[in-house]
């Protein structure tokens, strides 16, 4: 089996996150990701957070399976090698702040005249046009002004970010189905185009439910902890051994006899406070209380097993330990190893593709600086030894 | 211009979020998608928050674009209808738990025989196979068990979720790749696949960073409020009238200094504590209490001109209606809107996708249940206008 693109050739001037999260995955999808690095320095990436060798154990992660090579795009000569490389590959991929690979004179317009088949993946904090368009951004500032801040954490205490990078990760994920779906025109057309992804459009796409609930009724919708604005009991709830989490979304009136049955509060089921949803939601203090003296009683897996008997979607709030622990994600294979040139090997989330046909995953270690200059220089462009040198020797590449 | 799946026919039995998100996202690249609703009742979605005439906001948000056929499954004749249907369509999407499709009858097995170019995709909260298979799921449950829930909110508060229902959006996202990915394969082979994607796998993936810093220190990471754990200043701060986000992450002196000096705090560029980010991580109590003093003297939206005429990342926590009036998204038709039959129009949240030759963006209005009923009974498989008066008399359809 091979990956589904397998075949893509992708150029890969990205650096620290969103645009490597995209090409991470479509590296697992089956793409020759190539990485296009600054000579000495490399993705900053490779030097933010603990160390694993010589890169950080993100940067290992995040870069599995792609090559490198180097290449100082300020200078007329590494441009002018980037332009001959274009026309072997399908994709490019850069994040600069809009206008950089203007600079470079390697954007799309120029780029396009090389290789009218290549798709040109932007991404950047706020997009290629708009007022903002050339404002450098990060995580928590597309979090912040996307709107999710403003309903993640408690009603009364100071915002809180969603704790993983997502403003950089989910428009990963959308650039990569962009690139896969320009690709599957390609094919009809044979021409490529050029693909703008903001990270702050990707978090409002992601709002899609609480602008729903906003333009219906006027309400601003604020933070509600773990519970849920509509449902109950729908929160987290404190075992003797931690927190786990309840998810009852119905008006059945079995369902919530079952719940009432099997955390044997009988007296719940028959009192009128809590006798449908809306009931639940409007007497939502006096339901908690009660609740919170019943479940402090037990472990959080006996509770997850009682309910989960009566069918009541509810689970354990895991810390990281435990997730890496979880049977079911080992039955998958969700934490998976690579290849490391120090420790042997490494242990890498996986990406979440199961195909009956196509092989997915991660194909390889990452790549050291510049691991591929020659395969590429020299194979691919035909540079001679001594041409390569003396490039190295310039610091163009 | 066409979007760049037009053309592509998508059965589409799901229900709720996941799978419904997946089809938006697919339905707004330009494939037809078909929603296969229980006669009647229809998709639960239709009926859940804030209602809009016959469907709630959300349900005509999230379904916007698509048609509607109705159909029992659980009857005989439904499933032959069904299976009569299928040589017409690339795709199928389903989100039932494991089983159902298989109890139907209708499971990938049975269904490959009708249509061997068929791509099938189940979303469920925990895969097709392992310990928890068949247990239900809800975002809560998966953003409770993938981790993400451990890391977000401040130390010592209860836990709590990310605001908007993340389990099921971003696996909507990753299984549209998916998707996407198969029929791009497909165009050599001739044959579709069947695809298994996991609410829970797909949160595991996006908590890849987590996982590492996890792996490489053995440290398990908790929730840090809206602060990063490695940088500083990188955090939420109280202006005069909310709260605003800054995010450095540089050891650059040059940045360190002109961040000090736009805010007139030269004291602390001199301040030995804060000389670099290691430092300023290591104090950052007394970092935090010296910048809130200055923060409050100003409006966020002051700070974020004083701190972006220096470059440095920031941006204001915007309420939803904030988000909705940013002229940003504006400039980028983030809030768009679609025909609704009693509204006259509607307003959504759009995909975030921009292509220079491709058209994407919501088709349409969300359908009226079993609106399309007569377009594929009659004209596609050709019933009669009898067959089809006697199937709506025994309710299957």
Redesign the interface.
């Known amino acids: 089996m091979i990956g ?2 397998d075949g893509i050739r992708i150029l890969d001037v990205s650096r620290i ?1 969103s645009g490597p ?1 995209c090409t991470m ?1 479509l590296a697992d ?1 089956g793409a020759e990701v190539v990485k296009v690095e600054m000579p000495g320095r490399g993705d900053p990436a490779r030097n ?5 060798g010589h890169d ?3 940067f ?3 870069n599995r399976g792609k090559k490198s090579i180097t290449l100082d795009l300020n200078s007329e000569n590494g441009q002018n090698i980037f332009r001959k490389l274009v026309p072997h590959f399908d994709v490019l991929v850069e994040n600069f702040v809009p206008g950089t690979m203007a600079k470079f004179g390697l954007d ?1 317009q120029s780029i396009q005249k090389l290789n009218s088949a290549l798709v040109y993946l932007s991404i950047s ?9 050339h ?20 009603p009364e ?10 403003g950089d ?3 990963g ?2 650039a ?3 690139v ?6 390609r ?1 009809d ?1 044979g ?1 490529g ?6 990270m ?3 978090q ?14 006027g309400n ?7 519970s ?1 604005p ?1 449902a109950a009991p ?3 709830f ?1 075992a003797n051994d931690g ?3 309840v ?1 009852m ?1 119905t008006d059945d009136q079995e369902i919530w006899g079952n719940f009432c049955n099997a955390i044997e509060r009988e007296d719940l089921h028959k009192d009128s406070r809590f006798v449908d949803n809306a009931s639940r939601v409007g007497n939502l203090e006096a339901l908690q209380g009660y609740l919170a003296k019943t479940f402090i009683k037990k472990s959080r897996f006996e509770w997850v097993e009682i309910l ?1 008997n009566v ?14 622990r ?4 080992i ?2 294979s ?2 998976t190893t690579i290849p490391h040139n120090v420790n042997g090997e ?13 092989l997915t995953g991660p194909a390889g270690p990452s790549p050291a600086l510049g691991e591929h200059n020659r395969e590429f220089f020299s194979s691919l462009l035909g540079l001679s030894n001594e041409e390569i040198a003396s490039l190295l020797d310039m610091g163009v590449i």
């Not at 404002?135 to 408690?154: L, N």
């Not at 601003?220 to 773990?226: A, K, M, R």
């Open positions: 589904p693109i996150l999260f995955i999808l933010v957070g603990p160390m694993v950080s154990a993100s290992i992660s995040v799309y904090g706020f997009g290629q046009d708009g007022p903002d368009a404002r450098p951004a990060m995580d928590i500032v597309v979090q912040a002004m996307g709107g999710i801040m403003s309903v993640t954490g408690e205490s100071p915002p809180v970010r969603a704790g993983v990078s997502l990760s989910v428009a994920v959308f990569a189905l962009a896969v779906s320009s690709l599957y025109q094919i057309s021409r185009q050029y693909i703008d992804i903001s702050l459009d990707c409002v796409t992601m709002m899609e439910n609480v602008f729903s609930r906003y333009f219906s009724t601003v919708p604020g933070p509600t902890g773990s849920h509509l729908f929160q987290a404190k927190y786990f989490v998810a979304l989960s069918r009541i979607p509810c689970g354990p709030i895991n810390d990281i330990q435990a997730v890496a979880d049977p079911q994600l039955h998958r969700m934490l490494w242990k890498v989330a996986n990406t979440p593709f199961n195909f009956s046909e196509s």
